[in-house]
């Protein structure tokens, strides 16, 4: 599609969205909220007022805005009546901007409403009648492996159906307990993989929605679906023992055809009994343990018309019986609110070192997760197998045993000729893959890995005069990619794969900024509060499994924390009233259990400053009380920003109680923290638990600490992501760059320098004295320690929000140079546009320069040994002069900019306390 002209003057409506997803086939009504990005050129161009208009299927308007006085270009509800369920919309948009001048209509988006719950479902559950086929144990042999037993081959599931006129628009419906992947005659449907994701399946099961008007025949047509065990009746977790015992323990499927046909009438093709089952090539599938094919026994062409099934009785591959039919019980189907995993990128390896014994070791260069795509061209039931790990050991072969019990292993038995080894319902988590088995010589174009995730556009960007922290900064987005498959998890290698909440809680933030995650955190605070007790307790991991009492300190508190985050990155309040139940819950669940405002019962695991480096442990009731005012502070914005005044004037007051008790049981009169242990600083300063008077002094203290351990630091999880933030701010910059630079041992750098290319667990995963750490918890791949990314946008780039602003329509630029950095440049494409943003430093001259989207303002604050004589491109002095705290030298000048680009320059800074 052409975009509508833009006139000199002229604004463009662009990438609009409904519910953060681009033309969204499913969306719950309370869900519906539309946001748009503007284009245009100048300075200073703001929206004033937006019209949006919603027509329906027939064209009728189903909601026109009207004029509205106002520049919000996000979080827009839906203001017409009900929309009707499975209904099918589209969208526009015009603007008026500051001299008044409307923009054309943006070009249509659409959304599609969700089905009703209840009465919008006509399909059963179904599933093989038989499943068990396979591992039956030879006589005289010893016993079966657990494992191999609980794996059952995927069942193969049709529908033969006729279709007597042409179809003119057709949407399949379809979920699974476990895994799906649809077929309709004989292709694939949608590019989404693991689909229908995980949640809480007692709970709420998501589905999916595709336009299959293009698949389908006037004449014979054939659906189908291929299950898995998946994270419904699959290995799952750290208890390998429970497979099948999470959920369930065989996989089915649910699916609704809906075509509407030329003369105006609906056929559908639901599941029921009339579907058959069977198997097929793949022999078990499991996300843990990997998946295993025999490609000779695909019934080939077994999900298109023409294909004879053999109904012979016998149950295995070839043979199709009835399947077994169950009535929906209560349990919702929604319609999936995160955006699709799917494959987002190919890599081919760097290398590939191969033995005599036929064993090749092939290096992708990168740890990623997802799985091989192998060619081969052998005879018949040559056997390949491919195992993944994330390093190698000292003689050069595949390190697994930090994996623990999860096999990670997929093999492949040919059927003879050019085939293509690919599995599609397991996860590894891989930079190196051991393959064996592989007939005659291995090319590099014969293997590909596949990169498997949520597809979360990119967001953000930095560049810089230091390599390594390019390659930091690019580890940082890798865990991420790696991680976010449905629901943030800990790490995709091992038997864990959970949804941490203390993890995606100090993540979040660095999250948002490197990928737009809005709709992939809407679908997953849902579990959050779905695993939620009935305390009121948030747990530590969600969806619940395993680990079933209430969250620890900084685990629970993400139910508040992440809802904010997303609030604060892309001004959605929706999410702050669809959950602000569930975080009153939990407030009050905290507020019952400790009466007298210092948090010291109901620590859940306590973890603490998780894998903090050191002997020296911060106080757990320190740092939960320390989280708890920050749930009090963030309640009291919610509250605020949601219309609650009553709420939040209680969570001030509640926030105040906190306080006093946190400085009573922990801060002395000179401003020491309990026993002065860097995250105890950390947390107090970064949560205001310090009285004005003393935070100099206390950050005084911190740097001290940190000088101490040879300008290291000691914080784990739950410290690490405020640290340099708060030396920062409390202008301890200079401390901030020398651990950032820091290439010893605990540090980024040290991970860096020692070829990770995601971010390591533990600040120890591997050191030049010990080697590997323990195998039993040492992930090559685990985000939390890469919190850091944060600073390195709101301080190193200065890419940030004035305090309490929301959504990025007012920001704060502020960059903090350092270090031994001569320039750093970067972007972030937020809700309102992009923001782009880069600075250097030529000997004494210190220039900063922006980009702003429109509908933004800005106010910029540039660093500077003498701020008075700062200017603008056109000469302009700053509009105020705002002297940096706790630095002698530092000043910094203050201008006020809209949109469009600026550039600034003035003395650079010469405090080397700053600096
Ligand atoms: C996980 C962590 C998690 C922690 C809680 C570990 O097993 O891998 O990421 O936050 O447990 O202590």
């Not at 975009?3 to 969205?17: H, I, M, N, Y």
């Not at 100048?42 to 004029?67: C, F, K, N, P």
């Not at 293009?214 to 750290?238: E, I, K, S, T």
């Not at 629970?556 to 929706?574: F, H, Q």
Request: proline share 6%; net charge negative.
């Amino acid at each position: 599609m052409t975009p509508p002209p833009l006139t000199p003057a002229g604004l463009r409506c662009a990438e609009l969205r409904c519910a953060h997803l681009l033309d969204p086939l499913g969306v719950a009504p309370d869900r519906v909220r539309l946001s748009w990005r503007l284009e245009g050129t100048g300075t200073g161009r703001a929206q004033y007022a937006y019209q949006v208009l919603v027509t329906d299927d027939t064209d009728a308007v189903a909601w026109d805005s009207g004029r509205v006085e106002s520049g919000a270009a996000a979080d827009v509800a839906y203001g017409g009546p009900p929309l009707t369920a499975g209904g099918r919309y589209r969208w526009k948009v015009r603007v008026w901007d500051e001299a008044g001048t409307v923009s054309g209509w943006s070009d249509p988006a659409r959304f599609e409403a969700e089905l009703d719950r209840t009465s919008g479902w006509y399909a059963s559950w179904i599933g093989p009648s038989r499943i068990r086929e396979g591992v039956t144990p030879p006589s005289g042999a010893g016993p079966v492996d657990p494992v191999a037993r609980a794996l059952t081959p995927a069942p193969y599931l049709r529908r033969a159906f006729t279709v007597d006129q042409p179809v003119t628009s057709a949407r399949l419906h379809v979920t699974a307990l476990g895994l799906y992947e649809a077929r309709l005659n004989g292709r694939r449907v949608g590019d989404g993989f693991l689909t229908p994701g995980w949640t809480d399946y007692t709970r709420r099961i998501a589905y999916q929605t595709y336009d299959v008007t293009g698949l389908l025949n006037q004449g014979d047509n054939v659906l189908g679906a291929v299950l898995a065990h998946g994270w419904y009746a699959g290995f799952y977790g750290f208890d390998p023992k429970r497979a099948g015992a999470h959920y369930g323990t065989a996989p089915e499927l649910l699916a609704q055809l809906v075509l509407q046909l030329a003369d105006g009438s609906e056929q559908r093709i639901v599941t029921d009994a009339q579907w058959e089952s069977s198997t097929g090539a793949i022999r078990h599938a499991d996300l843990l343990m990997g998946e295993r094919h025999d490609l000779a026994l695909e019934p080939a062409g077994w999900d298109a018309p023409g294909f004879t099934a053999l109904h012979s009785g016998a149950s295995g591959a070839g043979n199709w019986r009835p399947v077994r039919a169950r009535e929906r019980d209560g349990t919702p189907l929604v319609a999936d609110p995160g955006p699709p995993i799917r494959v987002t990128q190919e890599i081919t390896p760097r290398s590939i070192a191969s033995d005599d014994s036929g064993r090749h070791i092939v290096d992708f260069g990168q740890n990623l997760t997802g799985w091989l795509r192998i060619k081969v061209d052998g005879p018949p039931r040559t056997r390949v197998r491919i195992r993944h790990g994330e390093v190698l050991a000292a003689d050069g072969s595949l390190y697994t045993d930090n994996l623990r019990t999860a096999r990670a292993t997929d093999e492949f038995t040919t059927a003879g000729g050019p085939e293509v080894l690919e599995p599609r319902f397991t996860l590894h988590g891989f930079r190196y893959a051991e393959i064996t088995g592989y007939p005659g010589d291995i090319d590099q174009a014969d293997v590909t890995a596949r990169v498997v995730h949520s597809d979360t556009p990119a967001a953000g960007n930095l560049e810089s005069s230091l390599p390594w922290l390019d390659q930091l900064f690019r580890t940082i987005d890798w865990g991420q990619r790696g991680n976010f498959i449905s629901v943030p998890t800990d790490c995709p290698q091992r038997d864990e794969r959970l949804g941490w909440l203390g993890d995606a809680q100090v993540f979040a933030r660095t999250a948002c900024y490197n990928r737009d995650v809005a709709a992939f955190f809407a679908k997953w605070l849902d579990d959050v509060t779905d695993a939620q007790l009935p305390s009121g307790a948030f747990t530590d991991v969600a969806p619940r499994l395993t680990l079933t009492g209430a969250g620890a300190p900084a685990w629970g508190d993400a139910g508040v924390i992440v809802p904010w985050t997303v609030w604060k990155m892309y001004g959605d309040t929706a999410v702050l009233d669809r959950h602000f139940g569930a975080m009153t819950r939990w407030m009050d669940f905290l507020e019952r259990a400790n009466p007298d405002y210092l948090r010291a019962r109901e620590l859940g695991n306590s973890y603490n400053d998780w894998l903090a480096p050191g002997d020296d442990d911060t106080p757990h009731e320190l740092l939960a009380t320390a989280y708890w005012a920050h749930d009090a502070a963030l309640m009291a914005e919610i509250a605020d920003v949601t219309g609650r005044p009553d709420d939040a004037a209680g969570y001030r007051a509640l926030r105040a109680k906190i306080g006093s008790a946190f400085t009573d049981a922990f801060v002395t009169a000179d401003g020491q923290v309990a026993s002065g242990i860097q995250t105890a600083y950390v947390l107090a300063l970064h949560m205001n638990l310090i009285s004005d008077d003393l935070r100099a002094a206390t950050a005084e203290r911190l740097v001290a600490a940190i000088r101490a351990a040879g300008w290291h630091l000691t914080t784990g999880f739950a410290g690490v992501g405020y640290l340099l933030p708060v030396l920062s701010s409390t202008g301890h910059n200079a401390a901030a760059y020398r651990l950032l630079e820091q290439d010893t041992m605990p540090s980024w750098r040290y991970m860096t320098d020692h070829g990770a290319t995601t971010i390591w667990e533990r600040w120890d995963g591997w050191t030049a004295e010990r080697g590997f750490a323990s195998p039993w918890m040492n992930s090559f791949n685990h985000y939390s320690l890469g919190s850091v990314g944060e600073w390195l946008y709101r301080f190193l780039l200065g890419i940030d929000q004035e305090p309490g602003a929301a959504g990025f329509g007012r920001l704060l630029l502020r960059p903090h140079p350092g270090g031994s950095l001569d320039w750093a440049r970067g972007s972030y494409h937020s809700v309102r546009g992009r923001v782009a943003v880069g600075w250097q430093r030529d000997r004494d001259r210190f220039t900063y320069r922006a980009e702003l989207p429109p509908n933004v303002t800005a106010t910029v604050r540039i660093p500077s040994a003498q701020a008075a004589e700062v200017r603008d491109a056109a000469g302009n002095a700053p509009s105020a002069l705002a002297s940096f705290p706790g630095t002698g030298g530092v000043q910094e000048a203050v201008f006020q900019v809209g949109s469009g680009a600026h550039e600034f320059s003035g003395p650079a800074i010469s405090d080397p306390g700053y600096s």
